[in-house]
């Protein structure tokens, strides 16, 4: 089991940066790829980032790469996403997921409860 609770969320204005994470309790969380998605209202949930267990690979969606980075620190059991250039289209309900890193959402087996991010024009 493993449990993930997210943090960081807010409201920014368009340009700027925000950082959310998530921290995780539970077992080996250093044994786990973790990702980031996001849903926006109407829209269905999307891959954003991902990082295996040890951190030394790291995986993007092309509407974020070079904007976002995705971290972890397994001393901490969290991993993190700062999110820079933030952009409207950004805004969306961010969840941390454990399991894989790949783009499929269905290959995760632990979510947590989402944090809002909101990017004001």
């Known amino acids: 089991q493993l449990q993930l609770v997210e943090s960081g969320g807010g409201l920014v204005q368009a340009g700027g940066s925000l950082r959310v994470s998530c921290a995780a309790s539970?077992?080996?969380?250093?044994?786990?790829?973790m990702g980031w998605f996001r849903q926006a209202p109407g829209k269905e949930r999307e891959f954003v980032a991902a990082i295996n267990w040890t951190g030394s690979r790291t995986y993007y969606a092309d509407s974020v790469k070079g904007r976002f980075t995705i971290s972890r620190d397994n001393t901490r059991n969290t991993v993190t996403l700062q999110m820079n250039s933030l952009k409207f289209e950004d805004t969306a309900v961010y969840y941390c997921?454990?399991?894989?890193?790949?783009?499929?959402?269905?290959?995760?087996?632990?979510w947590g409860q989402g944090t809002q991010v909101t990017v004001s024009t």
């Open positions: 539970g077992r080996s969380f250093s044994s786990w790829s």
């Open positions: 997921a454990a399991g894989a890193t790949t783009h499929n959402a269905q290959n995760y087996a632990y």
